[in-house]
Structure formats: C-alpha cells, structure tokens
Nanobody, 123 residues
Framework: QVQLVESGGGLVQAGGSLRLSCAAS????????MGWLRQGPGKEREFVAA????????YYADSVKGRFTISRDNAKNTVYLQMNSLKPEDTAVYYC????????????????WGQGTQVTVSS
C-alpha cells in the first residue's frame, strides 16, 4: 500500500498557474502508475492526467491537454501536476491517485487515493 498526501492547491485568477505535489510513502512508489483526478462542485469525479511507472508515458483528459503537465520524481517519491492557463471550470478538489496501471487511473478506479487539495480559479 502507498499513502498519498497532496499539496499546492489554492485560489488563483483565471489565466494563472499552480503546481500540485503529491508525496507518497513507502518503498514501492516506482512500481505504481500515478495520476490526478478531480471533482468539481456538483460534478462527478473525473480523470485529469496519468503517468507510467517510469514517467515515459503520460496521458491527459482532453479538457486539460496542452495546459497541464504531469511529471514524477521516483527518487523523491513525488508526482507533480503543473497547471497553466487555468480556467474557472478547473475549479475542483484534486486527488492524487496510484494504481498498478495507468489504465486504471484513466478509468477512474485507482487503488489508492489522497485526501485531495482544493483548487479554486476565479474569473
């Protein structure tokens, strides 16, 4: 099992940027595909981005492609989400997720979740 703790959320104006971090405990971080999901007010939880165990493959929801970048540092047991050109519709609680494969994260069924960090984008 891996425990996940997100940080970096906050309030930002439209067009601004934020960088989310997710610190993972345990020695097996590099064996997990990692990703981010989000849940906006009144919406279902949705996939945002995923990254393979080595970082060699990345995947994005169409709504964030070209604006968000996912990366990982296996030496630091940390995954990041750089969010640029933020829009009010990006407002959500962002959850870090881990799974045995990126397909599970893209399907919205990871095996481990963090508690989430709030991102609010004002217009």
């Amino acid at each position: 099992q891996v425990q996940l703790v997100e940080s970096g959320g906050g309030l930002v104006q439209a067009g601004g940027s934020l960088r989310l971090s997710c610190a993972a405990s345990g020695r097996t971080f590099s064996s997990y595909a990692m990703g981010w999901l989000r849940q906006g007010p009144g919406k279902e939880r949705e996939f945002v981005a995923a990254i393979s165990t080595t970082g060699g493959s990345t995947y994005y929801a169409d709504s964030v492609k070209g604006r968000f970048t996912i990366s990982r540092d296996n030496a630091k047991n940390t995954v990041y989400l750089q969010m640029n050109s933020l829009k009010p519709e990006d407002t959500a609680v962002y959850y870090c997720a881990a799974a045995s494969s990126s397909s599970r994260i893209r399907s919205g069924v990871p095996t481990n979740w963090g508690q989430g960090t709030q991102v609010t984008v004002s217009s």
